[in-house]
């Protein structure tokens, strides 16, 4: 089954404890929703002095290292465009339900600094942001996941590891509701279990 919004699962540590936020996107006319699928070709990842790469090439046969940069055989960037609104108040097609908006699907929890579901859209932005900042979440080694239409756990393909690029939050003054949400997520190795496969090897 299509899943008819975008999920955004984050992992931060906010007010000192570990959380994992997840961020649904209404999309249709409820959340003016745009999403983009694009297939980026070129290099891949640049080596940053951490020796991570070189280590990488040891998983794969197809990762070739020139002058610190990598490009994997037939491979480019799988990335999604997002442009969206913030839920608020909103709720799920067919449904009394709210779309999640942090650590709680459930509204009468917050807003707080953890979790905003069903808040208004100041709340909303600066718990999204919070996660943002803290899980690092354009990070390999803390990769957020994905889920959307058919890359879902109802879907035909799996939920996208990701970083983000470029996030960015908008107050819209003349809607006393909508706070507008981008990014770029970008398809990511997870640098931990690659690293984790690597010690397993012989």
């Known amino acids: 089954m299509t899943l008819p919004y975008a999920r955004l699962t984050l992992d931060a540590e906010i007010a000192g404890v570990e959380?994992?936020?997840?961020?649904?996107?209404?999309?249709?006319?409820?959340?003016a929703s745009s999403i983009g699928e694009i297939y980026r070709t070129g290099f891949l990842v640049?080596?940053?002095?951490?020796?991570?790469?070189?280590?990488?090439?040891?998983?794969?046969?197809?990762?070739d290292l020139d002058d610190?940069?990598?490009?994997?055989?037939?491979?480019?960037?799988?990335?999604?465009?997002?442009?969206?609104?913030?839920?608020?108040t909103t709720t799920k097609p067919n449904s009394t339900e709210p779309?999640?908006?942090?650590?709680?699907?459930?509204?009468?929890?917050?807003p707080n600094k953890h979790t905003a579901t069903g808040a208004h859209k100041?709340?909303?932005q600066a718990v999204l942001m919070s996660y943002i900042r803290n899980g690092v979440a354009g990070d390999s080694f803390t990769p957020a996941t994905l889920e959307l239409f058919e890359h879902s756990e109802s879907g035909i393909y799996e939920p996208l590891t990701v970083g983000l690029e470029d996030p960015e939050t908008a107050i819209v003054n003349d809607d006393p509701t909508a706070a507008d949400v981008s990014f770029t997520a970008v398809s990511v190795l997870d640098v931990d279990q690659a690293l984790s496969q690597l010690?397993?090897?012989?």
């Open 122 to 124: 100041e709340a909303q």
């Open 19 to 31: 959380r994992t936020g997840v961020f649904e996107l209404p999309g249709g006319p409820q959340g």
């Open 199 to 202: 010690q397993r090897l012989p």
């Open 68 to 88: 610190g940069t990598v490009r994997v055989s037939g491979g480019g960037q799988h990335a999604f465009a997002i442009d969206a609104e913030a839920p608020t």
């Open 46 to 63: 640049e080596d940053t002095g951490t020796g991570v790469l070189a280590l990488l090439s040891r998983l794969r046969d197809d990762i």
């Open 99 to 110: 779309y999640q908006w942090g650590s709680s699907p459930d509204p009468t929890v917050g």
